[in-house]
């Protein structure tokens, strides 16, 4: 980092960025609707967000969205596809680089976990007051079939600065991997 309190997303040097946890998030979209959690424990609890969690040793991110989908809500996602890398830089020197994934095809039926309780919202209702701040920035991308990369700085729940560009698979790829 170029700054010890980031104020700005260029004040991070995100070429050599190292993220201390690698994590994803799975959106199941269905017609005019979207799966979301009321997640109850761990980073963000209390929000409403998308299924996800931290890979495991070895685990490739799109095995991650798949299981943390199946510990949350009790459902395996059948065609999970990549939309976007999201960078998180917390102010008390936390970091997690999320890959996010999209899926409409699951078996079984959304259960409540002790980690999290499902919820089915409409696309034009997403409760954005309950989520991220960062996240209407780049849901509605998601939402369009658009792959993005986005850097966020918080302090705590809030939002300190962000920058959100369309960017693909290959673009990602060229800044620091994407694997399965």
Known sequence: MRSLRPETISDIDWPTWK???LATL???IQGDRMLLIHKKTGLGAGKINGPGGRLDG???PVECAVREVQEELCITVRDP??????HFQFLDGYSIRGDVFVASEFDG?????PEAA?????????PYDRMWADDPLWIPMMLDGRTFIGRFIFDGDRMVASDVVEASADEVRQLGGLAG
């Open 118 to 126: 499902p919820l089915w919202v409409r696309l034009d209702a997403i």
């Open 19 to 21: 993220p201390r946890d």
């Open 81 to 86: 596809r990549w939309a976007g890398r999201l």
């Open 58 to 60: 070895g685990e490739t």
């Open 109 to 113: 039926t959304p259960t409540e976990t």
């Open 26 to 28: 799975l959106f199941v």
